[in-house]
Every structure is written in structure tokens, then in C-alpha cells.
């Protein structure tokens, strides 16, 4: 089994900046492409930004050149710096990961729980 927790989020005023973190643990043989998603209620979760296990990243348009995505490896672990914070960043932010358990073990995807974010104008 594998589990996905995020931490680091929170409050924040327009302008501000939050990291949020991604830890996976469990039977982890390998990880692969990871990512952070965010849903608002009443709206699709969309994809924020996502890492290759070589760090070649992605991201949505409305965060490019504010947010950045990183992870390492030996840590399991990726994370989301979220600089000049916008009120329309507003979401409850997903951590997902693509995971494999044992060498001939096909690629799985798991989901984090969530973790809130809040940026006040």
C-alpha cells in the first residue's frame, strides 16, 4: 500500500507565498510522474503543475513563473513553492503520484488527502 500526505497549507495574504509537501510512503519500488492538482467546490480538479522523474515539469498558465514544483527522490517527497499568492488561488490542493510497488508491478495512481489553501485579498 501506498500513501500520499500533504502538508504546508494554509492562510495567506494576496502576495504571500506557501510551500506545500507531498510525502509517499509504503511498499514503494519506484515513483514516476508526480503532480499537484486543485478543485474548488462546484468546479473540475485541474492539474497545477507536474514532475517527471527526470524534472521535467509542466505547468497550468495561471501559475507559471509564480509557483514551482520539485521533489526528491531520496526523500520520496515533492513539493510546491507558491510565490505572489492570488485570492484565485484558492483551492483545496492534491498531491498525486504515479507509483510502481515491485519491479514487475505496473504503474498505480494514488492521491493524497488534500490540504487547504487560502489566500485572503
Known amino acids: 500500500q501506498v500513501q500520499l500526505v500533504e502538508s504546508g497549507g494554509g492562510l495567506a495574504q494576496a502576495g504571500g507565498s506557501l510551500r506545500l509537501s507531498c510525502a509517499a510512503s509504503?511498499?514503494?519500488?519506484?515513483?514516476?510522474?508526480m503532480g499537484w492538482y486543485r478543485q474548488v467546490p462546484g468546479k473540475q480538479r485541474e492539474l497545477v503543475a507536474r514532475i517527471t522523474n527526470d524534472d521535467s515539469t509542466n505547468y497550468v498558465d495561471s501559475v507559471q513563473g509564480r509557483f514551482t514544483i520539485s521533489r526528491d527522490n531520496a526523500k520520496n517527497t515533492m513539493y510546491l513553492q507558491m510565490n505572489s499568492l492570488k485570492p484565485e488561488d484558492t483551492a483545496v490542493y492534491y498531491c498525486?503520484?504515479?507509483?510502481?510497488?515491485?519491479?514487475?508491478?505496473?504503474?498505480?495512481?494514488?492521491w493524497g488527502q488534500g490540504t487547504q489553501v487560502t489566500v485572503s485579498s
Open positions: 509504503g511498499s514503494i519500488f519506484n515513483i514516476g510522474t
Open positions: 498525486y503520484a504515479r507509483v510502481s510497488v515491485g519491479t514487475w508491478s505496473p504503474f498505480g495512481d494514488y
